[in-house]
């Protein structure tokens, strides 16, 4: 116990609060079980810190953080630390990588509902871990999805200039003010293409020359171990992802096409169905459906985007395709609050209500003509007029 504190102690000073995630202000850290899910990497250890740093300062004989990958798990369990903690006095808990202690969600089914007065963060980066453990959690954790950094996020962190979130309405009705206060302050495109390329994930900044390299890491690690591991997917499968994902990279976007897919890669039609939502369950891709409800694994998607356009240029770096990245861009930073869905006209259907056409500063609306609350979102323009809006503003959601 000893150790974990002074671990705690030595994690906790060199923690920086100059910068701190917009997804802190949307937990309602007073539930007695919260879950933090996201991709490696995200920034999930640095928002517990920050949070324990900003608002537990002064009950730190109190507060334990522990991640559960440390080697004194190996001799000890969960069960045993909280009952040593909540003897000592302790009340608030912070669980990083919890899928990494086998049992997790058990264990802290069972402290949940033996330590009434205890309260528990834990964070995951496995995805399906997480899915996997909502039966034996359900009713007792909240649990929040964490998201790469916004084109907002990362200006801020660029830029030191802090721009208060926008909401979808805000930008509907008044993009063009809206814009005009960001270009007072900065110039968007200064950094549009750079958050594009690698501006997704916070570990950009610690070395980014070796980004690419850390990036595929973490999606080696999910397809190679994760996917075999939770979803029982043959390893000699793994390579035949690969080319999946490449081709997803490139397309314009990308329409799959069950039949022909799956004779070019070798699967047969049932897999291959399985495999695409596997990819969407596990945060590499994004499925779009023409339906929001009733999806199921052997739905064929729409339209398939990968999550961000960062895993664009990991995965094809010479080929990635303008109007993909374009909305792909669209797809990440509006599906973290919003339903997204697929459209005969345009490219996206928004809460069941607005229908929107991706393209460049030239797109004209002819696609979605004569359709109510339509707009047409266009890349390389810094304002916008009527119902066509600028690509970029979209990134200031969250």
Do not use: C
């Amino acid at each position: 116990m000893e150790d974990l504190n002074n671990q705690f102690e030595q994690r906790m000073r060199y923690v920086s609060v100059d910068f701190v995630r917009s997804i802190m202000n949307e937990i309602n850290w007073n539930a007695r079980l919260i879950g933090i899910k996201g991709a490696r990497g995200i920034g999930k250890t640095t928002l517990l810190l920050q949070y324990i740093k900003l608002h537990l300062a002064d009950k730190l004989n109190e507060t334990l953080y522990v991640s559960l990958d440390t080697t004194w798990f190996h001799k000890n369990s969960l069960l045993e630390l909280v009952k040593d903690f909540e003897r000592r006095g302790g009340k608030y808990l912070f669980l990083d990588e919890v899928h990494k202690y086998e049992g997790w969600a058990q264990e802290l089914k069972n402290i949940y509902d033996i330590y009434p007065e205890l309260k528990i963060v834990f964070t995951g980066s496995s995805l399906l871990e997480i899915l996997n453990a909502r039966a034996d959690l359900s009713r007792r954790a909240v649990v929040y999805t964490m998201q790469g950094f916004s084109f907002r996020e990362f200006i801020a962190v660029e830029t030191g200039q802090i721009f208060d979130i926008l909401s979808l309405d805000q930008i509907l009705t008044d993009h063009k003010e809206e814009a005009r206060k960001i270009n007072n302050q900065i110039r968007p495109f200064q950094y549009f293409e750079n958050y594009l390329k690698q501006g997704y994930y916070p570990f950009y900044r610690e070395q980014p020359e070796l980004y690419f390299m850390r990036l595929a890491e973490v999606v080696n690690m999910i397809l190679e171990i994760e996917l075999p591991l939770l979803r029982n997917v043959e390893l000699s499968y793994i390579g035949k992802i690969k080319q999946l994902l490449v081709i997803i990279a490139e397309s314009v976007p990308f329409v799959p096409n069950v039949s022909k897919l799956s004779e070019k890669i070798n699967i047969n039609r049932a897999t291959l169905l399985s495999y695409l939502h596997y990819l969407d369950e596990i945060g590499l891709t994004h499925n779009l459906f023409k339906e929001a409800s009733g999806i199921s694994r052997l739905q064929k998607p729409s339209k398939i985007y990968l999550e961000n356009t960062n895993l664009a240029y990991l995965l094809s770096r010479e080929n990635t395709n303008i109007g993909n990245l374009r909305e792909t861009f669209f797809a990440n930073q509006l599906n973290h609050r919003h339903r997204l869905n697929y459209t005969d006209k345009g490219d996206f259907l928004v809460d069941e209500k607005f229908t929107f056409e991706i393209g460049g500063k030239d797109k004209k609306a002819k696609q979605i003509e004569f359709i109510d609350n339509a707009f047409v979102v266009s890349d390389d323009i810094e304002y916008g007029i009527g119902n066509k809006i600028p690509l970029w503003l979209f990134g200031f959601l969250y």
